[in-house]
């Protein structure tokens, strides 16, 4: 098949052969109409219209990350204990149940909280009685640290590193890494991880450690660290037909909140649903999608339609890193 695009547009010809008519005698018994036709939709029109979906977005798509709520994993110690509902505010899960929440297309996430199996504590105690649960110093003690066994995938970069903490006047916290069986911890900065990655190192330890001043000063708290990984980053362009002004025109300016946007996206996401969202790459808005239909007659995807609202600053979709 060849293409040739003019002005944004995209012509279509084809090569002759492929779609050369086909002889067939009607008096021969082994012929199968309907199978033909299926073959031919299946292998020549359906991968076309896909071809055509996706010639479209790349004229006038915005790129966009997909975070997609996650359906397993380690549940997350702000469930109610009796009824197994999440807290939806909680910042470990996103109100979603699960630790971590959601994952970030093309990055891998790891939260390091009470439940993540390889981790020790020194001087320090979990504190049941909060939801979610959270780590505090020894009440005797005005010193202690927690150490996560954090494997490392191979992987671009380190995306985000962020230690969710609580420092009441005359406490403070730091944050240290090593490589795996290495005594040398080091301040963790995001050049010092890149490092273990450019060199291969497969497994880091990441150290929280815990001070006050004394043991009558309220402990500082930590909740968890938010750690993810970019492993292949992926954007896909996602279309909004009735928004006027395309990402060339360098302006982008959403709706009212509660206004719904038309959305189309091409095949090549996979699966999506109502309990995921979208954020544009070049404003960081994010868009939640209230609808969602996907075209796929006899079982192939040509794309998805439906409709998106912006997220408002309230909702916890805007606290997910």
Request: aromatic share 10%.
């Amino acid at each position: 098949m060849l293409r040739q695009r003019q002005k944004g547009c995209v012509i279509r010809t084809h090569t002759t052969g492929r779609r050369d008519p086909v002889r067939t005698d009607p008096l021969d018994s082994t012929f199968d109409p309907e199978g033909y036709v299926r073959k031919t939709a299946t292998e020549e029109l359906l991968p076309d219209a896909q071809e055509m979906t996706d010639d479209a977005l790349n004229v006038a798509g915005f790129p966009a990350y997909i975070y997609r709520k996650r359906k397993c994993g380690r549940y997350c110690s702000c469930n109610d204990k009796h009824f197994y509902t999440p807290n939806s505010e909680c910042l470990v899960c996103f109100g979603t149940g699960r630790v971590g929440g959601y994952d970030k297309s093309g990055f891998q996430t790891d939260v390091l909280d009470v439940s993540y199996p390889k981790q020790s504590k020194y001087n320090v105690i979990i504190n049941p009685n909060v939801k979610p649960n959270h780590y505090e110093l020894n009440p005797v003690k005005i010193e202690g640290v927690v150490v996560f066994e954090v494997p490392i995938p191979k992987c671009q970069y380190i995306d985000k590193l962020i230690c969710y903490v609580s420092t009441p006047k005359n406490t403070s916290f730091e944050m240290f890494v090593a490589p795996e069986s290495s005594n040398n911890f080091q301040p963790a900065t995001r050049e010092l991880i890149n490092s273990y990655i450019n060199g291969g190192v497969s497994k880091m330890q990441l150290q929280v450690t815990l001070k006050r001043d004394n043991t009558t000063i309220e402990s500082p708290t930590l909740t968890h660290v938010y750690v993810r990984w970019a492993v292949s980053p992926q954007s896909f362009l996602l279309n909004l037909p009735n928004l006027t002004k395309s990402i060339a025109g360098g302006d982008f300016q959403l709706p009212d909140i509660f206004e719904t946007i038309e959305m189309e996206i091409t095949h090549k996401v996979g699966e999506l649903s109502t309990e995921d969202f979208f954020e544009i790459v070049k404003t960081g808005d994010r868009l939640k999608i209230t609808e969602i239909t996907a075209h796929d007659p006899i079982h192939i995807n040509l794309g998805y339609s439906g409709s998106v609202r912006p997220v408002t600053d309230f909702e916890v979709y805007k606290s997910i890193p």
